[in-house]
């Protein structure tokens, strides 16, 4: 059976921007590893596909957002007999009994951003000690979360909180079961012009770390840049660098490029029907495009329930036959019109959304006001990922 939408997901390419990155990392900061973002499903691009891949290449280091990634993840590898060294939740699990067993049995390292958090884990794995569903040594690994200026998770990194947050940290690291083994924060700007917030939050989270590692809490590892910090600030590289959209060939923002990666994902659909459009005839619902002339119009059959958006519309196109083909009227759930007026086309021609170029997404992101890791992120699950 061949689908009428495929992602292609270019495994020579992952592994060349894994590579390329983790040797930058390495001749500027040689005890730096690298720490591949695989949550979401990889950015969309297929966990299954991307996770084996990148390990073949040297990753050992995976960061996801929630418990379900995590086990998803460790799965892969185990599943091969491979081992990674960590595979860090950066997100919120809930301490239920379900989730503290799997944290302590699969080793997976949790951030942990409040004392409450933290007791409430170190309650959860003596529970389940005491009905004998986990050994003595087990336990939870965690990095602590700073919050530097995100405002989201993390402990409080302003000067006014300095002794009450150190405390508290250390408090974390006196908690039975509970054994701390890094800590973290996020930049907020770094894909920004101004380097002013990112140097804020860097002086704040190196404040706390300080504070801590003074009062005798020191931390094996520690990690502040992400894609953008990675390919910015050199200077901010600790013991380990998170590399998220990067990995995936696309750049954190148009201030913040590298055109050594290669995007890896190359969305592609078909030409489903072509037909003649005469002047004052309108397009797709709500009639919101009128032909002024006449004009040939091809139906794709991709459309918001597949991942690409009605926010496209607004000036959006798909590559076909590597020319840009401009959206006509409103993005339906499962179909798109676009405008073939003077282009060599048949029924069942391959168009392209996201092409190897990345110039098409630019300009679909554009479009609807969004960024590439929307887009990528957005492609749905009836969309196959194959390995090419």
């Known amino acids: 059976m061949t689908e009428k939408n495929i992602a292609e997901i ?14 930058r990392i390495k001749n500027a900061s040689p005890d730096t590893e690298p720490m591949c973002v695989v949550k979401a499903d990889a950015y969309g691009h297929s966990a299954e596909i991307c996770v084996p891949a990148l390990y073949e290449a040297g990753a050992r280091h995976f960061a996801v957002s929630s418990i379900e990634e995590a086990e998803q993840i460790f799965a892969i590898l185990d599943a091969k007999n491979w081992v990674a060294k960590s595979i860090l939740i950066l997100g919120y699990t809930p301490a239920e009994s379900d989730n503290v067993k799997l ?14 958090y933290a007791k409430a884990l170190s309650e959860g794995v003596r529970a389940l000690k005491e009905c004998s ?15 530097s200026g995100m405002n989201r998770l993390g402990f409080d990194t302003h000067k006014y909180a300095l002794d009450e947050t150190v405390a508290e940290i250390l408090d974390v690291s006196k908690l039975p079961d509970i054994s701390v083994r890094g800590v973290f924060s996020h930049f907020a700007c770094a894909d920004e012009e101004d380097e002013g917030f990112s140097m804020q939050q860097f002086e704040r989270y190196n404040n706390i770390v300080a504070h801590c590692e003074e009062a005798g809490l020191v931390f094996k590892c520690k990690h502040i840049c992400n894609s953008a910090g990675a390919l910015r600030f ?24 590298d055109d050594e990666l290669i995007p890896v994902m190359r969305l592609k659909s078909r030409i489903a029907h072509i037909h003649k459009l005469h002047a004052g005839d309108c ?40 020319v840009p083909a401009r959206l006509l009227g409103r993005v339906c759930m ?6 073939v ?28 006001g969004t960024i590439n890791y929307e887009a990528v992120c957005l492609v749905s699950k009836r969309v196959k990922r194959v390995a090419v």
Do not use: W
């Open 10 to 23: 270019d495994v020579s390419a992952l592994k060349h921007n894994f590579i390329v990155l983790r040797d």
């Open 103 to 116: 944290l302590a049995r699969h080793k997976i390292t949790q951030a942990v951003y409040s004392f409450e």
């Open 133 to 147: 569903v986990l050994d003595e040594d087990d336990c939870i690994r965690c990095h602590i979360k700073l919050d």
């Open 234 to 257: 050199p200077e901010m590289y600790q013991d380990m660098v998170r590399l998220g959209i990067v990995l995936y060939g696309l750049s954190p923002s148009d201030v913040v490029r």
């Open 283 to 322: 397009v797709s619902y709500g009639a919101e495009f009128t032909a002024d002339r006449e004009m040939t119009v091809a139906a794709i059959p991709i459309g918001y329930a597949d991942g690409f958006i009605r926010g496209y519309k607004n000036g959006g196109t798909v590559m076909v036959g590597g």
């Open 334 to 339: 499962d179909q798109c019109m676009v405008d």
């Open 341 to 368: 007026t003077d282009l060599d086309v048949c029924i069942g021609d391959y168009v392209y959304i996201f092409d190897e170029s990345g110039e098409n997404m630019k300009r679909l992101c554009n479009a609807a």
